[in-house]
């Protein structure tokens, strides 16, 4: 184990890493931190949840110069919620030292965001069309920028967002580092990566598998028309503290969630035609809570930290891999374990096959769970609140009134009578669900027509600006 101390980091970053409780390097910042420092281009590559952020956070910091009123530091993601919050954790690390760190992403008001940039931010993290925005309008000067990091880079590299990278480079100086890190990193894309690079060194985490190991895989398969069914049974059983149900499309997500809620969970849907207010009031009820299922398209796929999350569910199956490995990666972060629970239909098996090719890891088998299931995870959740209220709570209060009701009714009676008050049963409330079409067997390398990603949210944005 490496300690940050031994990278020879300046006090005021010492001080900032440690008031964020972090008192180890994860593998990857201790191997790309040195990298960064001595000014190599890098593409580090390591499991979801593993400090990717901070490995090129800490030197992007430690290399900015306070004193010069010029942005020196420019950090693209895919999507707002990640500009967003990649933002925090750069002003974090730059606290104590007093780094000026700007999110500018689509969506929030333009004129801020130019009173913002007049206030001299020394790095900025943005979203790729906003970016250039700015650029365009000269309220975003990147003269005197020494390093780019893509986050998430082979989603930024490929096909939707190729454009607007090479558009943003242009500016940049050719003299720069240029730091790429992401948990997956397919080879084609490797290639166009290295293009924009100088020398860069590849650093891999070795892992057996591309998913993390405290992240527990099953699948199920389960007919279109029963999916739903199926996921209000696993949530019953399982209680997630918070979860995350991805769905194929935007309609899928919003159909999703109002079933979720006719049915009386707490969920709301997060994808790309919803405002932006609304997408960040969902996301902040999310971390907050108040609400405990967040229905979500593969925008929130990628790099978003969420603590709290233990389940996943693949409502619908990712359209490759890689969103398999990102989405299931939204669990069992900076190693805390985590389930996720895939749905395949059965002319969808193969997909699966794919995905586990890939990651080198076998989802386990799991039964789908029939409705007694239900009624007794539900029925195990009552029966812990009350253990808890018990051992917990001073019942005095309540004490007379059980005497005289065990004077005329059994014990067993009466604890049965508790439970099943306390029991949700199982809702089999009608909803109805647009059915998807399976995936096709044989696909293009990327995204079908109707799915959302980050990169087809950005083309449809393109249009409506034109
Ligand atoms: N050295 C560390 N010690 C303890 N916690 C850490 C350390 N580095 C990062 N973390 C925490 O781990 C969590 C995951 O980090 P981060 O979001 O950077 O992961 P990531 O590798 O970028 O994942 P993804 O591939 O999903 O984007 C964050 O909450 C972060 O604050
Ligand atoms: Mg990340």
Redesign the pocket.
């Given at each position: 184990m490496t300690t940050?101390q031994e990278l020879g980091l300046s006090n005021e970053l010492m001080k900032a890493?440690s008031r964020?409780?972090?008192?180890?390097?994860?593998p990857?910042?201790a191997k790309t931190i040195p990298l960064s420092l001595q000014n190599k281009d890098v593409i580090g590559q390591?499991?979801?949840?593993?400090?990717?952020?901070?490995?090129f956070?800490i030197p992007l910091i430690e290399k900015v110069d306070v004193k010069k009123e010029a942005v020196q530091g420019l950090v693209v993601a895919p999507t707002r919620e990640?500009a967003i919050?990649v933002s925090e954790?750069l002003y974090k690390i730059g606290a104590v030292k007093r780094v000026r760190v700007l999110p500018i992403y689509g969506g929030q008001d333009i004129e801020r965001q130019i009173r913002a940039l007049k206030k001299h931010p020394h790095i900025i993290v943005g979203t790729p069309g906003r970016i250039i925005d700015h650029i365009n309008r000269k309220t975003l000067r990147l003269e005197q920028v020494h390093t780019v990091v893509l986050?998430?880079a082979d989603e930024m590299l490929n096909m939707g967002f190729i454009d607007d990278i090479e558009a943003i480079l242009s500016n940049v100086p050719k003299q720069r580092q240029t730091l790429l890190?992401?948990?997956t990193m397919p080879e084609p894309i490797r290639r166009i990566a290295e293009r924009f690079m100088n020398d860069p060194q590849l650093v891999k985490v070795k892992a057996k598998e591309m998913t993390v190991p405290n992240i527990q895989q099953y699948y199920l398969e389960v007919q279109e028309k029963k999916k739903f069914d199926i996921l209000t049974r696993l949530l019953d059983i399982q209680a997630p503290e918070l979860a995350i149900v991805f769905g194929r499309t935007k309609r899928r997500v919003d159909e999703l969630a109002e079933a979720l809620n006719l049915r009386g969970y707490a969920a709301e849907g997060i994808h790309g035609d919803l405002s932006q207010a609304k997408r960040l009031s969902v996301l902040r009820k999310f971390k907050e809570g108040a609400i405990e299922i967040l229905v979500a398209t593969d925008v929130a796929a990628?790099?978003?930290?969420i603590?709290g999350v233990t389940h996943v569910y693949n409502f619908d199956i990712p359209q490759d891999p890689e969103s398999y490995v990102?989405r299931i990666?939204?669990t069992g972060?900076?190693?805390k374990t985590g389930v996720a629970m895939t749905f395949v239909t059965p002319r969808e098996i193969g997909q699966l096959h794919n995905i586990e090719r890939t990651t080198k890891r076998k989802m386990e088998r799991m039964k789908p769970p029939t409705l007694d299931e239900a009624l007794e995870g539900q029925q195990r959740i009552a029966v812990e609140k009350l253990v808890n209220v018990v051992e917990s709570e001073n019942l005095s209060f309540y004490k007379r009134a059980a005497e005289e009701l065990l004077e005329e009714h059994d014990s067993v009676s009466l604890v049965a009578a508790c439970i099943k008050m306390l029991t949700k049963e199982p809702d089999t409330t009608p909803v109805r669900l647009t059915e998807e079409p399976p995936l096709p067997v044989k696909r293009e390398k990327k995204r079908g027509n109707r799915a959302e990603g980050p990169f087809r949210e950005r083309a449809k944005k393109r249009r409506v600006a034109r």
């Open positions: 940050f890493i964020m409780g972090f008192e180890e390097t994860t990857i910042q390591a499991q979801t949840g593993t400090g990717k952020t901070a490995a956070g990640l919050q954790e986050d998430e890190f992401s948990a990628r790099g978003l930290d603590s990102h990666g939204r972060r900076a190693g």
